[in-house]
């Protein structure tokens, strides 16, 4: 009678057209061009040439091992942080928010609704040399008088663990929120103390939402470097500032290319290591 | 024995009672310095958009104004990263809520093959760095001499990063969505565009919209991949990028927090219709 109905195997993919289209074209040709580029040599003022040019790899790997470290480690810590500061309160809105739920969910992703850049910003204010922070931990003596938060690994892994804790938060509380409450009831009556059902019962009944959380936060983290520029000092420079400023500002497109690559290369490997630690059933039962 | 055992026992889950009370308590108390520390970052942008800055730095507290409300673009150059936030965000919105849309319905309704890896697809985009996003569309761009990085690469970036985020979220709700309500249709003589257009359209439209508002708000707040591909136009975060690097002027406190009002308005005024809905219902 029409197009459709002659054709009906035809529909899903006209429905999946356009869009895989725009992705092949804008994400997936994007990555080719990457790698592309990444094995170029030369300089922007007498042109690249694509030279399988694996050197910059190396050279990359030898020159900013620093930073690449540097990235890793403080997403690791981040997302570490999150997960602890933010798991019991997952568990509070999950088991005791009662109706109030979906009004404290609104309080945890409140900070997206702030500009990424004007959050950060205000923790350049909470963090300053003359801020409320600094002059208690100075009183408290925690904090030499001369001592200062700007400018310090401290400040940047800080501001990373706020930026993308609602990552953290969120996956947690859905894992919490779609557990049986009759099976830690069940645990407690066959006599298992309440510590005892959390750590048998409830926490493995969470890990896909540990695993969902871990993943969301410290991807986008360990590329992160707005952090690193706003809190940070030049020896807090995580791979993300290196990538910025070869791209944009020395105009060093395959060492930057190449730098990229490894960046996600790194957090495929740590993903991985990852998935393995805690059983790769736990990352695909969340992936799919 | 018994009358023994039994004051042992109470007495035990009275201990155990104030336990309990003690350890219910603790976590409410943790949560609530949880959502204090949360929310001190945004309580600190709404103050400081009333502060009165002697010098460049808006760091400290001088005394209250209105004039940065009053003057909100009273900072060169901000009126127009915002408009150009807001074109942007617009059309992003809509073009990648649409392809978003279409994909979810194939995926959720269609068996055929090749689904696996578009699934793959729509899910990498999304657990790729942004600054591995912006870097590569960056050096598609630079061979693509014809196309110069402006509105249209930035644009072009916006509806990338959107859709895998669109498609999640109206595949969501699709999945539980009763097809007999289709068939019927169909049974009753309606055509598939028919059919679309009366049954299926009106029941994932709030799907939709909240896609559409996702994607808003993601495009709107983006830095890292505009950064990457904006040439010389300026949206607001690159705006505030800009002006971070020479002290920050309050006016963009003030549009921080008018997005954060204007956001939060909406979450909540979805949240009642939800609400308000979910009573009707039962």
Redesign the interface.
């Known amino acids: 009678?029409?197009f459709?109905?002659r054709h009906r195997?035809l529909?899903?993919?006209l429905?999946?057209a356009?869009?895989?289209a725009?992705?092949?074209v804008?994400?997936?040709?994007?990555?080719g061009?990457?790698a592309?580029?990444s094995l170029q040599s030369g300089n922007i003022d007498f042109g690249y040439a694509f030279t399988w040019s694996w050197g910059n790899y190396w050279h990359a790997i030898r020159d900013y091992r620093a930073q690449f470290v540097r990235s890793l480690e403080y997403a690791g810590i981040a997302t570490a942080l999150a997960l602890v500061?933010?798991y019991?309160?997952a568990?509070?809105?999950a088991f005791?928010g009662g109706r109030w739920k979906?009004?404290l969910l609104?309080?945890?992703v409140?900070?997206?609704?702030?500009?990424?850049?004007?959050?950060t910003?205000?923790?350049?204010?909470?963090l300053?040399d003359?801020?409320f922070v600094v002059n208690t931990l100075q009183s408290l003596h925690l904090l030499g008088s001369d001592g200062r938060l700007l400018a310090t690994s401290t400040a940047v892994v800080t501001g990373i663990t706020?930026n993308f804790?609602p990552f953290m938060a969120l996956p947690l509380y859905v894992s919490l929120e779609q557990i049986d409450h009759s099976l830690i009831e069940a645990a407690e009556d066959l006599y298992a103390s309440?510590v005892h059902a959390f750590l048998r019962v409830t926490l493995p009944l969470s890990l896909p939402g540990v695993v969902a959380g871990t993943?969301l936060t410290f991807?986008?983290a360990?590329?992160?470097?707005?952090n690193a520029q706003?809190l940070g000092s030049p020896e807090n420079h995580m791979i993300?500032n290196v990538?910025?400023s070869k791209?944009?500002e020395l105009t060093d497109?395959p060492a930057?290319?190449s730098m990229?690559f490894i960046?996600?290369a790194a957090?495929l490997v740590a993903v991985f290591a990852y998935a393995r630690a805690i059983g790769t059933e736990q990352l695909t039962g969340t992936?799919? | 024995m018994s009358s023994i055992a039994v004051p042992v026992r109470r007495q035990r889950s009275a201990l155990a009672k104030t336990l309990a009370f003690v350890r219910y308590h603790v976590l409410t108390v943790y949560s609530l310095l949880f959502f204090a520390y949360l929310l001190l970052p945004i309580a600190i942008v709404v103050v400081f958009s009333f502060n009165h800055p002697t010098g460049k730095f808006n760091y400290i507290w001088q005394g209250f104004t209105w004039n940065n409300w009053l003057n909100w673009d009273g900072v060169p150059g901000i009126r127009s990263a915002i408009i150009l936030s807001l074109e942007i965000a617009l059309i992003a919105s809509l073009v990648a809520t649409a392809l978003g849309t279409l994909i979810a319905l194939a995926l959720v309704r269609y068996g055929f093959r090749g689904r696996a890896t578009t699934n793959m697809l729509i899910f990498l985009p999304l657990s790729t760095p942004e600054i591995v996003l912006g870097a590569s569309l960056l050096t598609l761009f630079l061979n693509v001499t014809w196309l110069p990085f402006g509105f249209w690469t930035i644009l072009i970036a916006h509806i990338m990063f959107c859709i895998s985020f669109a498609v999640v979220t109206v595949k969501a709700r699709l999945v539980g969505f009763d097809r007999h309500l289709e068939e019927a249709a169909m049974d009753l003589g309606a055509n598939e565009w028919v059919t679309f257009r009366k049954v299926t359209m009106p029941l994932i439209a709030p799907a939709i919209l909240a896609a559409l508002l996702l994607c808003f708000a993601i495009s709107i707040d983006d830095f890292v991949v505009t950064y990457f591909n904006s040439g010389s136009r300026v949206t607001f975060p690159l705006f505030v990028w800009g002006a971070a690097r020479i002290g920050a002027p309050p006016q963009v406190n003030v549009i921080g927090t008018a997005i954060f009002v204007i956001a939060v308005a909406g979450m909540l005024g979805s949240m009642l219709l939800q609400m308000r809905r979910g009573k009707g219902a039962t």
Do not use: C
Request: hydrophobic share 60%; net charge positive.
């Open positions: 009678m029409n459709f109905h195997g529909t899903p993919y429905l999946l356009p869009g895989i725009w992705l092949a804008f994400f997936v040709v994007p990555l061009y990457l592309y580029q500061i933010s019991p309160v568990y509070w809105i005791r979906n009004l609104l309080f945890i409140a900070p997206f609704f702030v500009t990424y850049l004007i959050r910003l205000a923790w350049e204010t909470i300053s003359n801020g706020y804790l309440k993943l991807i986008p360990a590329g992160d470097f707005i706003l993300g990538i910025q791209f944009l497109y930057a290319a990229s960046l996600m957090i992936a799919v």
